[in-house]
């Protein structure tokens, strides 16, 4: 059975111990709930594709406690610095290049000569990450391919039995994956988030490109991602008798990601309300539009994969 485990000072204890003995733990950060192994131990990662039915050339998340921890594991720059000291602790995760002799399994990177550092925000997370002392490998805490967890209920769910532990930090605020940023060549937005595209660019003062399609250079990048059971279809101006209805401002519909149109509750309600839906009885979900504007981009991104063919 998976262990539950509060947020006092000897649970969170508790679970840096299950992390240093190989075994997965699955802890709440500000934008999901990741499934974490020690990213130094090889056995510790296989752990992570094997509960989740991951592909393993879809590399890992390495989650440090901040930006000196990053440094040691990828090759900094300027750019680098910037983008940390404007976004963390916080949703933006930094694909650098790998630094020689980094300790990190080879698993993490999915043989990629780069990693996606990040160091999240929530007080769970750091606290985890402090009492653990190492960096810790977290995808997000679902069978691959499915919707992302934003509650340890979601957690539980879907992977009950597989892992060690689950860190109840209750829900998560942002609701959608980090934003990651490509730093191994021009700045590349390499898969949309939690932190806008518009506000990374003002933050640098220049525009970020657009990553060659087809090529996996960091995680979340699958064309059929984040997907409920029931299939989905989008942009939807006229619900079909039938259907279970997910909209978007005001509108009638079975649940609503804001009924005042705000991107940011929109985006912190999305995969609970998919959960929700998706226990619904029926077979398709019908969505609204979606402004593709601040976060309604990352919406967006994680709407089209789910709704991709599988």
């Not at 959960?275 to 981009?297: F, K």
Request: with cysteine.
């Amino acid at each position: 059975m998976t262990e539950r485990l509060s947020s006092t000072f000897s649970d969170i204890a508790r679970a840096a111990g299950l992390l240093s003995d190989g075994k997965l733990v699955a802890f709440p950060t500000e934008t999901v709930y990741g499934l974490g192994a020690d990213a130094r131990d090889g056995e510790a990662v296989a752990k992570i594709y094997a509960a989740k039915g991951r592909p393993s050339f879809n590399p890992l998340i390495v989650h440090v406690a901040d930006a000196d921890a990053a440094r040691t594991f990828g090759v900094w720059s300027d750019t680098a610095q910037r983008l940390a000291d404007a976004f963390w602790p916080g949703p933006v995760s930094l694909v650098l290049p790998l630094r020689k002799h980094a300790g990190l399994s080879d698993l993490v990177t999915a043989g990629l000569e780069s990693v996606a550092l990040r160091v999240p925000a929530g007080h769970l997370a750091q606290d985890l990450l402090n009492a653990f002392g190492g960096p810790i490998a977290a995808p997000s805490a679902n069978p691959s391919g499915r919707i992302s967890p934003t509650t340890p209920e979601h957690v539980f769910a879907g992977l009950d039995g597989k892992i060690a532990a689950v860190l109840d930090g209750g829900a998560c605020a942002v609701g959608v994956e980090s934003t990651i940023v490509g730093l191994t060549d021009h700045p590349t937005l390499l898969r949309a988030g939690g932190a806008s595209r518009e506000t990374i660019e003002e933050r640098l003062c220049f525009e970020l490109a657009t990553p060659v399609s087809g090529e996996i250079s960091a995680p979340g990048q699958l064309a059929s991602h984040y997907a409920p059971n029931a299939s989905v279809r989008l942009n939807v101006e006229d619900w079909q008798s039938g259907e279970k209805t997910l909209g978007f401002g005001k509108m009638a519909c079975d649940l609503n990601l804001s009924e005042s149109g705000n991107l940011i509750e929109a985006a912190a309600n999305l995969f609970g309300h998919l959960h929700l839906l998706d226990a619904m009885e029926g077979t398709r979900i019908a969505v609204a539009t979606i402004p593709e504007t601040g976060l309604g981009a990352a919406i967006n991104d994680r709407l089209r994969r789910a709704a991709a063919p599988r």
